[in-house]
């Protein structure tokens, strides 16, 4: 947990360094729907009840963005309380994804952007099951798209790769990593 903290701390920091001072800082709320998939073979044999490949769940929280204005290079952070997974394996947490975010213009009243970045899951919900090992914090890798209205709306599309387990069935090989695909809706003020 020491690790993931004081990682999570040395991003906020480079990101604060990196921002010019004449960058536009906005803020907003975000808020989207969870598609996860969770990868484990063996995981029903386990006796967890309300088991499913795929499920859905939501994220919403505040935001703010940072951009150099004619170059269209930024960062976006967020605090989200979040909820992926399905069943006994549902997880609820704070998510704190840090995006380096491209951005070109399509006229006046549009621009098309792209962000990648570290993605921090903080886990809120304890998964009592016997012989499963969750993990308190996950660290994962965003990459997405999106568009930008009107200068307030954004609305993007983002994967989410697992860099580590999500869960861990004792005893045996059996692995799940927790990857999600992400459709969000910011407003931004």
Not at 130 to 143: H, P, S, T, Y
Request: proline share 3%; aromatic share 10%; with cysteine.
């Amino acid at each position: 947990m020491k690790k993931v903290l004081c990682t999570l701390f040395v991003a906020v920091c480079c990101m604060a360094m990196a921002i010019p001072a004449n960058a536009q800082v906005s803020f907003g709320v975000k808020g989207g729907l969870n598609l996860s998939k969770m990868d484990a073979a063996e995981i029903m044999n386990w006796g967890i009840k309300d088991y499913k490949e795929n499920s859905t769940g939501f994220f919403i929280g505040p935001m703010i963005e940072a951009t150099v204005p004619i170059v269209g290079l930024g960062v976006d952070g967020a605090v989200m309380y979040s909820q992926r997974g399905s069943g006994d394996l549902k997880q609820q947490g704070i998510e704190v994804p840090v995006n380096l975010k491209y951005s070109i213009g399509v006229g006046d009243m549009a621009a098309i952007f792209f962000a990648a970045g570290p993605d921090f899951y903080f886990n809120l919900k304890d998964v009592d099951i016997a012989g499963i090992d969750k993990k308190d914090a996950q660290v994962g890798l965003n990459l997405g798209a999106g568009v930008k209205l009107i200068n307030h709306i954004q609305i993007g599309v983002n994967y989410q790769f697992a860099l580590g387990n999500s869960f861990k069935i004792m005893n045996s090989d059996v692995k799940n990593k927790l990857n999600t695909w992400q459709i969000s809706l910011a407003y931004m003020f």
